[in-house]
Nanobody
């Protein structure tokens, strides 16, 4: 089992910044991928970004150039730096951990609200 604890959400004005953190604990193995998803009210959960254990990254088109995902393998922590936030970024953000064997784990979610 892997436990994920997120932090860093909150309320920010449009154009502002927030940094989300997600600390993983438990059965952590090398070769995992960590990522962030978000779900706005009435919408499906969507991928925001992910980062592999060798630091390859991928971003949704809607956040490219504004969000940066990073990780600290020594701390088993993934970060999402969100700049130039827009009201449409408002959602619950979920941390995701995918192990080398395909097992997948989710955090409890953290609310990000961007006011116009």
């Amino acid at each position: 089992q892997v436990q994920l604890v997120e932090s860093g959400g909150g309320l920010v004005q449009a154009g502002g910044s927030l940094r989300l953190s997600c600390a993983a604990s438990g059965s952590i193995f090398s070769g995992n991928t960590m990522g962030w998803y978000r779900q706005a009210p009435g919408k499906q959960r969507e991928l925001v970004a992910f980062i592999t254990s060798d630091y390859s990254t991928m971003y949704a088109d809607s956040v490219k150039g504004r969000f940066t995902i990073s990780r600290d393998n020594a701390k088993n922590t993934v970060y999402l730096q969100m700049n130039s936030l827009k009201p449409e970024d408002t959602a619950v953000y979920f941390c995701n951990h995918r192990r080398f064997d395909g097992a997948e784990y989710w955090g409890q979610g953290t609310q990000v609200t961007v006011s116009s």
